[in-house]
C-alpha cells in the first residue's frame, strides 16, 4: 500500500484554510499502563531509531455534534484542536475497509469554534452536506499532553506519539494512555513491525477504539458495540492472492471491532461474536492451507484457537444464564433453587469475563493480532511460495472457492452418514464440520448466484439449529455438574435435576426434526456446481 499524507493546515494562528493533498490518514493505536509509556519512551531501541529528541505538547481538543449526533450517525468526527496559539479544525470519518486508513482534513481557525464551510475539498464538504451547522454543540473535551518523536526504519517514516491525559464530559471522564503511530512514508505493514518491536519492550494492547469514540460513550452512557457477522467483499474479478488478504482482513476487522464489547461484558453479543470471528479465521486459515502452506500460518492458527478458547467459559455461562435456565427461571420465578443456581452461574459468569479480560490483557494477544496485521499488509504468504504456489495466487479466485466449499461440504456428507445411529462424540464432529461449511459459504457467497445460494443457506441454518440445541444440552449437563458439585443444598440439586429434564426432554423431542432437517440439507441443490 501506497502512503500519500494528509494535509496539514496553515501554521500561521489564525491563517486560513489550505486545501488538503490526500484526505488519508494511516495509523495504529497501542494501550499501555502510563508507567510503560514512560519506560518505553526511554528504551535503547527507540533512541536507536529516533532521528531527533521529540518534541512535547499540550492538546486540547473540542468536539462537536448536533443533539441526535447526526454527525456520528454518518461515520464522522468534527475535532477543533489547539495546539499553543493554534487552532486547528479536523474532519475524520470511519476507517476505510478492512486496514488502518481513515479519511482525513485539517484546516486552521481564528479560533475554537467549528466552521464546517472552512473545508474546500469537496468530499469534505458532501460528508457534512445538510448537517444544521447552527445545531453544532460541544459534547465533549480531550485533554492530552503529547510526546512526539520521528522514527526512521529501513523501510518507513512513521510518527510516534505518546498520549497521556483525560477524555471528558460535563459529569464523566476516562483516562487516556496510548502510543499513536501514523505512517508518513512507506508501508503499513512497518506500523505492526514497529508495534511487535515495541511489544518486546513493554506489555501493550492494540486498540481499534478511537478518542471519539469514547467520548461519544461517555456522552451516551452505553457499552461498546457489537459488530455481526460482516460480508466478505469477494468479486469474481479478484485472484486467489487478493482474496486471501480479504478474506483474512474481514475476520481481523470482526475480532476487533468486537473486543471492547467482549472485554466490557455488558452485550454478551461481545463474546460470542469476538469467538465468532476468531473461528472464522481458524477456519479462513485452515481452507488456504494447502494453497499457501506457512509457518506463520500454522502459528497464526494455533494462537487464534487459544483466544477463542480463553473467551469459551463466558460465552457457555452467558448462554446458560440465558436460554439454558431461563425457561424454569420464568415458570418458577419464586423457586429458592432456581435463584441458588442462577445466582451460581452468574458468580461462574463472572469468573468467566474476568478469564477474558486476562486474555486480552496478556502480550499474547496482542502479538496475536500484530502478526497477523503485519502478515497481511504485505502477503507474508507469498515468502518463500513455490512457482507452483506464485502461479496458483494469480489465478482467479471462483474456481478455487467452488472447490474448498465443495470439500466442506463432502466433509459434512461424509462425518454425517447414518446420522440416526450416530453417538453423541460423532454427532459433535458433524456439528463442527457443518460450522466450517457455514464459514467457507459465507466467505465465498457473493462469487455465486444468489438465487442459488440462497435455499442450500437456508437449509444450512436450519440443520445447524437442530445441532446447535443437541449441543446446548450437552453444555449444560457440564456446567450443571460445576454448579452442583461439592453442593449439599437439596434445592439446588432439585433444581439442577429440573433444568436438565427440560431440556433433554426438548432434546428428544427434537430427534425426527433433526433427521428430517438432515435429509433435506442432503437434497438440497449445491450452489458452487456449473450445472
Known amino acids: 500500500m501506497s502512503i500519500v499524507q494528509p494535509s496539514r493546515p496553515n501554521e500561521q494562528p489564525g491563517g486560513g484554510g489550505q486545501p488538503p493533498e490526500s484526505p488519508v490518514e494511516i495509523e495504529l ?118 510526546e512526539i518523536r520521528i522514527l526512521s526504519l529501513p523501510d518507513a517514516v512513521v510518527e510516534c506519539a505518546f498520549d497521556t491525559g483525560t477524555i471528558e464530559t460535563r459529569d464523566a471522564s476516562d483516562p487516556v494512555a496510548e502510543i499513536e503511530l501514523e505512517l508518513k512514508e512507506g508501508r503499513a505493514a512497518a506500523l505492526y513491525r514497529l508495534g511487535l518491536a515495541f511489544l518486546d519492550e513493554i506489555p501493550l494492547r492494540v486498540s481499534e477504539v478511537t478518542k471519539a469514540e469514547r467520548g461519544y460513550r461517555l456522552v451516551a452512557r452505553r457499552p461498546p458495540g457489537v459488530m455481526y457477522d460482516p460480508k466478505t467483499p469477494l468479486s469474481t474479478r479478484m485472484t486467489v492472492d487478493e482474496a486471501i488478504a480479504v478474506v483474512l482482513a474481514r475476520c481481523l476487522r470482526h475480532w476487533t471491532a468486537n473486543e471492547a464489547a467482549a472485554e466490557d461484558g455488558g452485550d454478551p453479543g461481545g463474546v460470542h461474536q469476538m469467538r465468532v470471528a476468531l473461528r472464522r479465521l481458524r477456519s479462513a486459515l485452515t481452507l488456504f492451507k494447502k494453497t499457501v502452506p506457512s509457518p506463520t500460518l500454522d502459528w497464526l492458527r494455533d494462537e487464534s484457537k487459544w483466544l477463542a478458547g480463553a473467551l469459551g467459559p463466558a460465552r457457555d455461562w452467558d448462554v446458560f444464564l440465558g436460554a439454558t435456565i431461563e425457561p424454569l427461571d420464568t415458570m418458577r420465578p419464586d423457586d429458592p433453587g432456581i435463584g441458588a443456581l442462577r445466582a451460581a452461574a452468574q458468580r461462574q459468569r463472572e469468573a468467566g469475563y474476568a478469564a477474558v479480560r486476562q486474555a486480552l490483557a496478556d502480550p499474547r494477544c496482542a502479538r496475536l493480532h500484530l502478526t497477523l496485521g503485519e502478515w497481511l499488509e504485505r502477503r507474508g504468504w507469498r515468502d518463500h511460495a513455490s512457482t507452483a504456489t506464485l502461479t496458483a495466487l494469480v489465478e482467479p479466485i471462483d474456481g478455487l472457492a467452488g472447490r474448498l466449499v465443495a470439500g466442506a461440504h463432502r466433509k459434512v456428507v461424509t462425518r454425517g452418514r447414518h446420522l440416526a445411529r450416530l453417538d453423541p462424540p460423532q454427532r459433535h464432529e458433524v456439528r463442527i464440520a457443518l460450522k466450517r461449511l457455514r464459514y467457507a459459504m459465507d466467505f465465498f457467497r457473493p462469487l455465486f448466484a444468489e438465487k442459488r445460494a440462497k435455499p442450500f443457506a437456508a437449509q444450512l441454518s436450519k440443520l445447524q439449529d437442530a445441532f446447535g440445541h443437541l449441543n446446548d444440552v450437552a453444555t449444560a449437563e457440564g456446567l450443571l455438574l460445576q454448579l452442583t458439585d461439592g453442593s449439599a443444598d437439596p434445592a439446588l440439586h432439585r433444581a439442577a435435576g429440573m433444568v436438565l429434564g427440560w431440556h433433554a426432554r426438548g432434546a428428544e423431542s427434537t430427534e425426527p426434526e433433526l433427521l428430517a432437517q438432515w435429509d433435506a440439507f442432503r437434497a438440497v441443490r449445491p450452489f458452487w456446481t456449473k450445472e
Open 29 to 146: 493505536k497501542l494501550r499501555a499502563a502510563p508507567g510503560d509509556i514512560d519506560r518505553l519512551r526511554g528504551a535503547e531501541m527507540l533512541a536507536r531509531i529516533a532521528a531527533g529528541p521529540g518534541t512535547t505538547r499540550s492538546l486540547t481538543s473540542f468536539y462537536y455534534d448536533t443533539p441526535d449526533c447526526a454527525l456520528q450517525r454518518r461515520g464522522i468526527t468534527l475535532r477543533v484542536r489547539r495546539i499553543g496559539q493554534r487552532f486547528v479544525q479536523s474532519l475524520k470519518t470511519e476507517r476505510r475497509g478492512d486496514g488502518l486508513a481513515r479519511g482525513e482534513w485539517e484546516v486552521a481557525l481564528p479560533a475554537m469554534v467549528p466552521v464546517p464551510d472552512a473545508f474546500d475539498d469537496p468530499e469534505a464538504k458532501a460528508l457534512l452536506d445538510g448537517v444544521p451547522v447552527e445545531a453544532l454543540a460541544h459534547l465533549f473535551t480531550s485533554r492530552i499532553q503529547r
